[in-house]
């Protein structure tokens, strides 16, 4: 499974941006989905994730009820809408795939597969 994750930038405190990452070689819907984060100087950690069929999401408590995860199983894309950012999110952002059932898995060695990473910087 290759994975491109891409839509990161520069916003200021405040503003919003849509990740997405897109899936190619191997079955899309089968995946549990995943958006991790690594800030300058600081361990990767979770972000989100979201079911094989969409229907289950679950996000890290800094990022709950700003972030938004779904999935485009047609389209093998997984977004991350994330509002109200605030300098604090700036990170590179991953996103990943895993086999298996549950998507309340939050440590970065459970994913199988790994995208590049996107830049977002948010400025005060």
């Known amino acids: 499974v290759q994975l491109q994750a891409y839509g990161g930038g520069l916003v200021q405190a405040g503003g919003s941006l849509r990740l997405s990452c897109a899936a190619s070689?191997?079955?899309?819907?089968?995946?549990?989905m995943g958006w991790f984060r690594r800030a300058p100087g600081k361990e990767r950690t979770f972000v989100a994730a979201?079911?094989?069929?969409?229907?289950?999401?679950d996000y890290a408590d800094t990022v709950k009820g700003r972030f938004t995860v779904s999935r485009d199983n047609a389209k093998s894309t997984v977004y991350l809408e994330m509002n109200s950012l605030k300098p604090e999110d700036t990170a590179v952002y991953y996103c990943?795939?895993?086999?298996?059932?549950?998507?309340?898995?939050?440590?970065?060695?459970?994913?199988?597969?790994w995208g590049q990473g996107t830049q977002v910087t948010v400025s005060s």
């Open positions: 070689g191997g079955t899309f819907s089968n995946s549990i």
């Open positions: 990943a795939a895993r086999g298996g059932r549950s998507y309340t898995v939050y440590t970065a060695r459970e994913y199988n597969y």
């Open positions: 979201i079911s094989r069929s969409g229907g289950g999401t």
